[in-house]
């Protein structure tokens, strides 16, 4: 998966990149930044997911990323 599709997705979803990396277990901005402009390659497994939710309707994506969000913020 390019950097242009995962910007694309993040658009649709309507996340900003702090959120996409919080969602998705990015370090920072600077990492998704750097997925986007192509200087760093996304994971298969995030390319995998990203792909998923994109077929999904728009409500049944934000209700899995609400759940993601939810996991990713406990330690």
Known sequence: ????????????????????????????????????????NPSKLLGIVLKTLQTLPISKANELISMMRKHAKRK
């Open 1 to 40: 998966m390019k950097g242009e599709e995962v910007r694309k997705i993040r658009d649709e979803l309507g996340l900003s990149r702090i959120e996409f990396a919080e969602t998705f277990g990015l370090s920072n901005y600077t990492s998704v930044s750097n997925i986007e402009l192509g200087i760093r």
